[in-house]
């Protein structure tokens, strides 16, 4: 009876076992022959490997070949939470990388308490050696990934023209931001398959295009002359307690920019540690109301009409002039300036009385011919037009205020283009900050050449005002501290209150100076922007030293001569 039990259960045991290998293997048939796309296509799509390969970002350098960006390898530290929290780790590893890479242990502890979590970066970007410091340390649930950050050698010099990467990689100012298409280069692409333990599978790879580097930019701006120009402006802010400051050096006759700089500045190391303020390139993104610096346009048009001549005598009132009801005052009171002496004194009732002979339509149009009123195309991000109403939107004392420097809004390089057209000839240039952009190959892909975008003036006009301007900064004139030894100066001062709500500020005010040298053959334009100077204010106490300071290094480091020297100006001289 036992047996017959017996032999019952092994044949059914055995019955049990042959039908789940039918089963199996049925199944494995099915598996394999059957029509199990969708169930193939999510085992390739799990096994497969596509991903993107970054290239290398292209170099800056500046005029003569010195690097200003460029890309260095780092470490990202990253860690394993889960495994930390296990292990009983957590605080003390978050000690101990807190002291080496700087931060604050708590902050790092909770971007550690993720007890879930397999991964997470514990700092992006460390140093190599800083890395290496840690890996010897040897810290159970802490590894690294190899990465490429961009790397601004001169610290804050030139940041507002350079600019700098985010942390995705991305030109996110200045040229970084501009040519950003040029530097980023083209990414690669690679497509294979991995094992089981997600190792990638050589033989099996369908899909493999190398990256290509970005190309570099060649910039026209020079690095020494750069730190000359930065260091004047950081004197000029502490010397005057003021708000900011800017300034631009420009080649005359091809609109090179050779220095371009702004305070409050910014590291592009530690953008994200910067504020918004800081990062604003304020030669370009500031808009201002000039004041008399705006009386050069003025002057020069009116003297390209005919309407005036540079000896003719203007009344300017004893500096009270009373027009459609509305006083009109001078700094200091004048009485008959012949207009040539109107440039030298700032008169803004001669200024006034000259734009009155222009009348609203020709004043617009002269001044939109130098530029007022548009972008100039510079090549960087962030640039502002400016201000210029059309007149049909001018109120009866709108002309005599623009002709003073009010009503209008302006940014520095927009004057310092207009100072840098009477300079010329009367030729108007397009500015530009990058000269050439060559790709890994060496070849040029772009290249940048001098180009006239207007003629506002004639020769005759334009060397007529160079003659007048000089004047300025001789005894006597407004500019006289822009004066620089064994040169000829030419230029003008402005000083502007800022407007505020329902008027003028009575404390505030905007100080600047622009001019160019030599006078009798002029190589560089400067303009000098200082932001609400204290205690004193106006454009010649303030603005015109550093345009001297930067001047004197300037042709010094250029190797300017003087045709000339010193001396000279009109037969009209009061």
């Not at 005894?475 to 008027?503: D, H, N, S």
Request: one cysteine or more.
């Amino acid at each position: 009876m036992n047996d017959l039990r017996y032999r019952w259960r092994m044949r059914f045991l055995s019955a049990a076992v042959i039908a789940a290998l039918a089963g199996l293997s049925v199944r494995l048939v099915f598996l394999h022959l059957g029509p199990n796309e969708a169930l193939r296509r999510k085992i390739v799509k799990t096994r497969r490997v596509e991903r993107r390969l970054r290239g290398g970002r292209g170099r800056i350098f500046d005029r003569r070949g010195e690097i200003m960006a460029l890309d260095v390898a780092v470490k990202n530290v990253c860690a394993d939470p889960k495994l930390l929290h296990e292990s009983g780790s957590l605080q003390a590893v978050a000690l101990r990388l807190a002291r080496l890479l700087e931060m604050e242990p708590a902050v790092l502890l909770a971007r550690l308490d993720l007890p879930r979590r397999r991964f997470a970066y514990v700092k992006r970007h460390v140093p190599p050696e800083v890395g290496e410091m840690i890996r010897r340390m040897k810290l159970q649930g802490v590894f690294f990934q190899d990465d490429v950050a961009r790397y601004y050698p001169h610290d804050q010099l030139m940041c507002h023209v350079v600019g700098f990467v985010n942390m995705e990689r991305v030109g996110s100012a200045g040229v970084e931001q501009k040519l950003d298409r040029y530097l980023k280069g083209t990414p690669g692409l690679l497509v294979s398959e991995r094992d089981g333990r997600r190792r990638e599978l050589y033989d099996r790879r369908t899909v493999e295009v190398p990256a290509s580097a970005g190309a570099d930019v060649y910039l026209t701006l020079d690095v020494e002359l750069q730190y000359m120009v930065e260091k004047a402006l950081d004197e000029a802010v502490s010397e005057n307690a003021a708000k900011g400051a800017w300034a631009i050096v420009e080649r005359v006759r091809t609109g090179e920019i050779l220095a371009m700089a702004s305070r409050p500045a910014f590291n592009p190391n530690e953008f994200r540690k910067s504020d918004p303020e800081s990062m604003r390139n304020r030669a370009i993104a500031y808009v201002y109301e000039p004041g008399s610096t705006f009386k050069l346009a003025v002057i020069a048009a009116a003297l390209n009409e005919g309407l005036v001549t540079a000896d003719e005598v203007i009344d300017c009132e004893n500096g009270v002039w009373m027009y459609r009801g509305r006083p009109l005052r001078d700094y200091h009171a004048h009485g008959r300036l012949s207009v040539a002496d109107v440039l030298k004194k700032s008169s803004n009732i001669g200024a006034a009385k000259i734009a009155l002979r222009l009348g609203p339509e020709r004043l617009d149009r002269y001044l939109r011919a130098f530029g007022f009123g548009r972008r100039t195309g510079v090549g960087l991000p962030g640039e502002q037009a400016g201000i210029l109403h059309p007149p049909r939107a001018w109120s009866a004392l709108s002309i005599t205020r623009i002709a003073m420097g009010h009503e209008v809004a302006v940014t520095a390089l927009q004057m310092l283009e207009m100072a840098c057209a009477i300079a010329n000839g009367g030729y108007l240039m397009r500015p530009y900050v990058v000269r050439r952009v060559v790709d890994w190959r060496g070849r040029e892909l772009m290249a940048a050449e001098p180009r006239v975008v207007a003629r506002p003036i004639r020769e005759a006009t334009a060397d007529l005002m160079r003659r007048l301007m000089v004047r300025v900064t001789e005894p006597g004139g407004t500019g006289w501290r822009a004066a620089l030894a064994g040169y000829r100066v030419a230029g003008k001062t402005g000083t502007a209150q800022k407007p505020v709500r329902g008027g003028y500020s009575r404390t505030a005010d905007v100080a600047s100076f622009v001019g160019f040298l030599p006078a009798e053959d002029p190589e560089l334009g400067i303009i000098v922007v200082v932001d609400e100077p204290q205690p004193r204010h106006t454009g010649g106490a303030v603005a015109a030293p550093v345009f001297r300071k930067i001047a004197e290094q300037a042709v010094r480091y250029l190797d300017i001569r003087s045709p000339g020297g010193r001396g000279g100006g009109l037969e009209t001289d009061t």
